[in-house]
């Protein structure tokens, strides 16, 4: 066991994406330098009094590429590696950083320690990269304890362009800008200015700090993803809610919870939570919830028996139905459990 108020240890897990990306001097093509050699690379970081280790993902992906098994690869490092480290950092592409970070934030039980997800939109070996700030400040968030040696963030987290915010909470919101990530229904968990302000009040803490860790790595990935839209089919709302092979869907409505009230959408919709589908919904706007009793086309979902998503994130309630539903095999709990906050990722 490890005395708390030792020279704290971080371990950085690289999984390719453009941070980890350097300008082949012949050729000026990118591609991914060894980051055993990341001290080189970053020598900032020798100015930390922490022990620093790296773990290189192989083969390296575009996070394009994600896929689930991956997130089952990243919880299981993370629970070998527990007890040897006191923080850990995610290198990962931006382009679905925030589907991993929410999967993670629901797969990891009882986290103590910080997770820190980054990346940058330039590659760390350009002159102009974000990515030498994300990286340095994420290392100086995932160390930081206080004064009776816990973790101040002791979550699945995303930092980015001076920013810390829940890893369930965010999306990438620009493609070019290096202010890519938002929370829009969570305020930031840190700013990074001059010193790194911590905000405890919005900062999720495990309720029983003495569990150990637990992870869930059996993910049910059976869920469709349906955004509403003026001009939809009921041949698409049909193959989508009543598709073989699907046990939920993430409706993503107009507005407060919005969709189609006419007869045809209500009825696939009444005939999917009939055969026992779970139905979800959430907005498709950037920030505000879901809330049925608005209007008359919301209610039509609510007594067709959609659950409400609230004010989670399209990303947050897919990381959490592939949890849950990994879990429990019983789509009534599962439902009762869409509704319950159980990272931070939903407002109640
Ligand atoms: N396509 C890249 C990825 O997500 C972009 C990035 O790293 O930001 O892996």
Redesign the pocket.
């Given at each position: 066991m490890r005395n708390p108020f030792d020279k704290s240890s971080i371990l950085l897990i690289y999984t390719?994406?453009?941070?980890g990306m350097k300008e082949d001097p012949k050729t000026q093509a990118l591609a991914p330098f060894d980051f055993s050699q990341i001290l080189q690379e970053v020598p900032e970081l020798r100015k930390f009094s922490s022990k620093i280790d790296s773990y290189t993902f192989d083969p390296l992906?575009?996070?394009?590429d994600v896929e689930p098994s991956m997130w089952v690869k990243l919880a299981e490092l993370i629970k070998e590696k527990y007890e040897e480290y006191d923080g850990f950092i995610v290198l990962?592409?931006?382009?679905?950083?925030a589907y991993s970070a929410s999967a993670l934030s629901f797969m990891l039980d009882h986290l103590r320690k910080p997770v820190v997800f980054t990346?940058?939109?330039l590659p760390i070996g350009s002159l102009r990269t974000d990515g030498r700030e994300n990286l340095i400040s994420a290392v100086e968030i995932a160390t930081a304890r206080d004064r009776h040696g816990k973790a101040v963030v002791p979550e699945v987290c995303i930092f980015f362009n001076s920013q810390l915010l829940r890893g369930n909470r965010s999306c990438k919101v620009n493609s070019t800008s290096f202010d890519a990530f938002r929370s829009p229904n969570w305020p930031a968990l840190a700013d990074a200015g001059i010193s790194i302000r911590y905000h405890e009040h919005a900062i999720h803490y495990p309720a029983i700090l003495e569990r150990k860790l637990e992870i869930h790595t059996n993910l049910d990935t059976r869920v469709a993803i349906l955004k509403i839209h003026p001009g939809i089919t009921a041949q698409v709302a049909r193959n989508v809610l009543l598709g073989e092979g699907i046990r939920a869907v993430i409706l993503e409505t107009y507005g407060s919870g919005n969709a189609i009230s006419k007869p045809w959408f209500t009825d696939i919709v009444k005939e999917a939570t009939a055969a026992g589908k779970i139905l979800l919904n959430v907005t498709q706007c950037l920030a505000g919830e879901v809330n049925m009793g608005l209007y008359a086309t919301g209610k039509a979902l609510a007594d067709s028996g959609v659950i409400s998503g609230g004010d989670m994130t399209t990303e947050g309630a897919l990381g959490k139905l592939f949890v849950l539903m990994g879990e429990y095999p019983d789509n009534e709990k599962v439902k009762a459990l869409l509704e319950k906050n159980l990272k931070g990722e939903i407002s109640k």
């Amino acid at each position: 066991m490890r005395n708390p108020f030792d020279k704290s240890s971080i371990l950085l897990i690289y999984t390719g994406g453009t941070i980890g990306m350097k300008e082949d001097p012949k050729t000026q093509a990118l591609a991914p330098f060894d980051f055993s050699q990341i001290l080189q690379e970053v020598p900032e970081l020798r100015k930390f009094s922490s022990k620093i280790d790296s773990y290189t993902f192989d083969p390296l992906i575009d996070s394009s590429d994600v896929e689930p098994s991956m997130w089952v690869k990243l919880a299981e490092l993370i629970k070998e590696k527990y007890e040897e480290y006191d923080g850990f950092i995610v290198l990962h592409g931006t382009d679905t950083m925030a589907y991993s970070a929410s999967a993670l934030s629901f797969m990891l039980d009882h986290l103590r320690k910080p997770v820190v997800f980054t990346g940058s939109q330039l590659p760390i070996g350009s002159l102009r990269t974000d990515g030498r700030e994300n990286l340095i400040s994420a290392v100086e968030i995932a160390t930081a304890r206080d004064r009776h040696g816990k973790a101040v963030v002791p979550e699945v987290c995303i930092f980015f362009n001076s920013q810390l915010l829940r890893g369930n909470r965010s999306c990438k919101v620009n493609s070019t800008s290096f202010d890519a990530f938002r929370s829009p229904n969570w305020p930031a968990l840190a700013d990074a200015g001059i010193s790194i302000r911590y905000h405890e009040h919005a900062i999720h803490y495990p309720a029983i700090l003495e569990r150990k860790l637990e992870i869930h790595t059996n993910l049910d990935t059976r869920v469709a993803i349906l955004k509403i839209h003026p001009g939809i089919t009921a041949q698409v709302a049909r193959n989508v809610l009543l598709g073989e092979g699907i046990r939920a869907v993430i409706l993503e409505t107009y507005g407060s919870g919005n969709a189609i009230s006419k007869p045809w959408f209500t009825d696939i919709v009444k005939e999917a939570t009939a055969a026992g589908k779970i139905l979800l919904n959430v907005t498709q706007c950037l920030a505000g919830e879901v809330n049925m009793g608005l209007y008359a086309t919301g209610k039509a979902l609510a007594d067709s028996g959609v659950i409400s998503g609230g004010d989670m994130t399209t990303e947050g309630a897919l990381g959490k139905l592939f949890v849950l539903m990994g879990e429990y095999p019983d789509n009534e709990k599962v439902k009762a459990l869409l509704e319950k906050n159980l990272k931070g990722e939903i407002s109640k």
